[in-house]
Structure formats: C-alpha cells, structure tokens
C-alpha cells in the first residue's frame, strides 16, 4: 500500500517562497511508469494540477504556474518537494500530493493535504 505525507509550514508570508515535502512510502518514487504530483485547491474552487516529477526525474508544469513552481526529489528520502515562489494570498490553499498513473493519466493515491496559508 503506498502512502504520501505532505509536510511544510501552514502560513507563509507573502512574496516568500512556499517549500513542501512528500515522503512516500510502500513504493520507490523511481518505479516506471509512475508521476509524482503536487495538486492544489483553493477555498471554495476546485483542484489545480500544479505539476509532477517523473521516475527519471524529468518535471513538468502547469503553463500558468510555471515560473514559479520547481519540483524537485531525493531518491534517498524517497521524497519529492514543491517550492512556489512569489506566493501571494491567492496561493492559499490545501496542498496535496500524489500518485498518477502513466497508463490511466490518473491520481491513484493521495497524501491526505496540508493547508497553506498566505499572510502577513
């Protein structure tokens, strides 16, 4: 059974950079055929794909979020990380991560999310 833990701090200050961890277990990060995905979803407004990280570690991002969004992982934590930076309080929102098959190009398991505020 694989399990995500997304982990960071829950209030960040405008302008500053929001920096998230998911620790995964039950399954290396760098198995084939998998992404490891980071998805958002503001109060009151539906789910954000933000972007992912391959087995190889190639990474991919949403076109609206691309310049302020890097992926990056640590094979040896079997972890990967989301920074955003430039937040700003529209960037509020529960931050998840998770699974996504290549073949189904869908989330099969989800960390359980982590609300990130931004505030002064």
């Known amino acids: 059974q694989v399990q995500l833990q997304e982990s960071g701090p829950g209030l960040v200050k405008p302008s500053q950079t929001l920096s998230l961890t998911c620790t995964v277990s039950g399954g290396s990060i760098t198995t084939n055929y998998y992404y490891w995905t980071w998805i958002r979803q503001p109060p009151g407004k539906g789910l954000e794909w933000m972007g992912a990280?391959?087995?190889?570690?190639?990474?991919s991002y949403s076109p609206s979020l691309k310049s302020r969004t890097s992926i990056s992982r640590d094979t040896s934590k079997n972890q990967f990380t989301l920074q955003l930076s430039s937040v700003t309080p529209e960037d509020t929102a529960v931050y998840y991560c998770?699974?996504?098959?290549?073949?189904?190009?869908?989330?099969?398991?989800w960390g359980q999310g982590t609300q990130v505020t931004v505030s002064s």
């Open positions: 990280i391959t087995s190889s570690g190639s990474t």
């Open positions: 998770a699974r996504r098959g290549i073949a189904t190009m869908d989330e099969d398991y």
